[in-house]
């Protein structure tokens, strides 16, 4: 499911309704976000970088893009602000939802939100 590109946490009107993205619930407007019931306790950043991704499922998404959606301004040179939060944010994932990756990395380009199991390779 791809959640309404037309809002984003910062604007003032969230939709009530919650949002479900495979086993991931996304509820906006308490900026709050559920794995199997579960809450991630996410901060209002880690909750506005991880639904700029979640709005845009499966796409990647620019590491400049993300930083101008989640901070409102152009990224400086050589920032890793939006790198520091998505360990942040990966990290909390983790804690919830141990089989489970949600971010994926495309190095050089930016990351993207899709919820996949993650596979065991036999002998590891």
Same mark, same amino acid.
């Given at each position: 499911m %791809?959640l309404e590109?037309?809002?984003s946490?910062?604007?003032p009107?969230?939709?009530?309704?919650p949002?479900?993205?495979?086993?991931?619930e996304? &509820?906006?407007?308490e900026?709050?976000?559920? /794995?199997e019931?579960?809450?991630?306790?996410?901060?209002?950043?880690?909750?506005?970088l991880?639904f700029? #991704?979640?709005? &845009?499922f499966?796409r990647?998404?620019p590491?400049?893009? /993300?930083?101008? #959606? %989640?901070?409102?301004?152009h990224?400086?040179?050589?920032? &890793?602000?939006v790198d %520091?939060?998505?360990?942040?944010?990966?990290?909390?994932?983790?804690?919830?939802?141990?089989g489970?990756?949600? /971010?994926?990395?495309?190095?050089? /380009?930016?990351?993207?939100f899709?919820?996949? &199991?993650?596979?065991?390779?036999?002998g590891?």
């Open positions: %791809v590109a037309s809002f946490p910062r604007t009107r969230l939709p009530a309704e949002h479900h993205i495979g086993n991931v996304v &509820r906006p407007g900026l709050q976000v559920l /794995i019931g579960v809450r991630v306790g996410f901060t209002v950043r880690e909750f506005e991880f700029a #991704l979640a709005e &845009r499966d990647v998404v590491r400049p893009e /993300i930083y101008e #959606l %989640v901070w409102g301004a990224m400086p040179y050589r920032d &890793r602000s %520091v939060f998505i360990r942040k944010v990966r990290s909390k994932l983790e804690l919830v939802a141990p489970w990756e949600y /971010i994926h990395t495309h190095f050089g /380009i930016g990351y993207r899709a919820p996949q &199991r993650r596979t065991v390779h036999p590891h």
